[in-house]
């Protein structure tokens, strides 16, 4: 019998808008929330602490500062402003994990930063260069074949193309944007068939029907739906039903 392959499940927590100790049992790894768009110290400290006795790998999730829109909303930022927007997060970030003895896994851009990066190629290295100056061995996360893992490969970096699980793709493979009324996909069904098609066919049918190739190193699951931990439940047996057993990507040295 052959070896299952293995694959990543990821969730954005430390958003204070969710049950997050419910989720942790079925996902690998968390982006836990850096306090710009969403969440304070207390809740870095605690949320870290959640994962680190789950055996979740933690990630910081740095994001334009913007608590009033959740860090959805696009803002015009130059490279160098977005370098140090990002190395204060992670840094922050970084420092309730070692001090909680833990090793910091990932970074993953949250909201309207993530969706720029992966559109705007200066925006991407600024993150990725953030990134490795930090910590070299930190697996950047980013939109599947978007500007954002391209970036991080140019700056040694190991990189996880992301695919999500409850959002609806468009033909160029970007996400559907929030404003649109199909932006996400409603029922738990219909995220476990689009999470099969992406790991059985390396694929996902975009909004209006397309065929769209789509390379998958982790799926992601967003914690703030008020239903989040029956999705996860039921994506981590779609996961395991498409082959696929559950495990967080090996960090760099």
Known sequence: MSAKRRIDFNCDLGEDCGDDAALLPFISSASIACGFHAGSPETMRRTVALCLAHGVAVGAHPSHADRDNFGRTPHAIEPEAAYALTLYQVAALDGFVRAAGGRLHHVKPHGALYNQAARDAPLADAIARAVHDHDPGLVLYGLSGSELTAAGERAGLRVAHEAFAERRYEPDGRLTPRTHAEA??????????????????????????????????????????????????????????????????????
């Open 184 to 253: 996400s996909l409603a029922s738990v069904d219909e995220a476990a068939t689009q999470v099969g098609q992406m790991l059985r066919e390396g694929a996902v049918t975009a909004r209006t029907g397309q065929h769209v190739p789509l390379r998958a190193d982790s799926i992601c699951l967003h914690g703030d739906r008020a239903d989040a931990a029956a999705f996860a439940r039921a994506l981590r047996e779609a996961i395991e039903a498409a082959g696929f057993e559950i495990g967080t990507m090996e960090r760099g040295a």
